[in-house]
């Protein structure tokens, strides 16, 4: 049966597998959607920036669905739109603010909490029924270099990115013998809107996160992502941290003057 949706919602070509990518309108998952595109998948992206989603999709015969990880209503319709899966990209996250712990703002870390950590199990819990019986599914989820690190002024989004990694990582184990793959991604450095969206649109402040030193680009991490979900079916990438060669931890760099 003819079951991959194409680019407007309509079925496609059943020879192409369909990789799911999350918060697809910028950065990594824009990346990613387009280099899994190029491997040969039919992508379905989802993000709630739909005049972002809606040019990508028809630029790579893809399929833009509406999507809000933190609300189980559009996760819930999202995923009934979808008839087949075989890959997962858990993409959708981000940090709010800097501030040490007695500032912390409760609102921030909720955001964080909600995106990062629930948004990531409400889409995967949804998917997982259907990358497995395609009988060669694959899990990566992008958390950050922050789910193995901790750093001043960063708790809310160290915690998360650490809750998120947990996650993951215990799926690999709850699934061992099922037809499905784990991937864990961690980028370090990344120039996205990551900080600009950390820092509340501030443009100068998120720009002097990457001063003095050559950060990754989002194809960077998506070539990876790519270069994951490709491997034969019996080879298992658990997890790649990327960094770029400049940063040596979240808080040590070698900037130039």
């Known amino acids: 049966m003819d079951n991959t949706p194409s680019s407007d919602g309509t079925t496609g070509s059943p020879d192409r597998p369909v990789a799911v990518v999350t918060g697809a309108s910028a950065g990594i998952g824009e990346a990613t959607a387009r280099r899994l595109a190029d491997a040969g998948f039919h992508v379905v992206i ?7 989603l809606a040019r990508l999709a028809q630029e790579i015969g893809g399929t833009a669905l509406p999507l809000d990880v933190t609300d189980r209503d559009s996760v819930d319709a999202f995923v009934a739109a979808i008839p087949s899966a075989r890959v997962l990209v858990n993409n959708a996250g981000g940090a709010r603010g800097l501030a040490s712990i007695v500032d912390a703002d409760e609102d921030d870390w909720r955001w964080m909490w909600e995106t990062n950590v629930l948004g990531t199990m409400r889409v995967t819990k949804a998917l997982l029924p259907l990358l497995i019986a395609s009988g060669d599914g694959h899990v990566v989820t992008v958390t950050s270099i922050a789910a193995i690190e901790a750093y001043d002024k960063g708790s809310g989004y160290t915690s998360a990115k650490h809750a998120e990694s947990a996650l993951h990582r215990t799926l690999r184990g709850e699934h061992l013998g099922d037809p499905v793959r784990f991937t864990e991604v961690l980028p370090g450095m990344v120039e996205t809107e990551f900080s600009l ?4 649109g501030d443009a100068e402040r998120a720009a002097g996160v990457y001063a003095g030193l050559t950060p990754l680009t989002a194809d960077d991490v998506a070539d990876t992502i790519s270069f994951a979900v490709t491997r034969p079916a019996h080879v298992n990438i658990d997890s790649i941290v ?16």
Do not use: L
């Not at 969206?197 to 509340?200: E, L, M, P, Q, T």
């Not at 040596?248 to 003057?257: D, F, K, N, V």
């Open 46 to 52: 989802g993000a709630r920036r739909q005049d972002r």
């Open 242 to 257: 990327i960094k770029p060669r400049a940063q040596h931890s979240a808080m040590r760099a070698h900037r130039q003057e």
């Open 197 to 200: 969206v950390r820092f509340d």
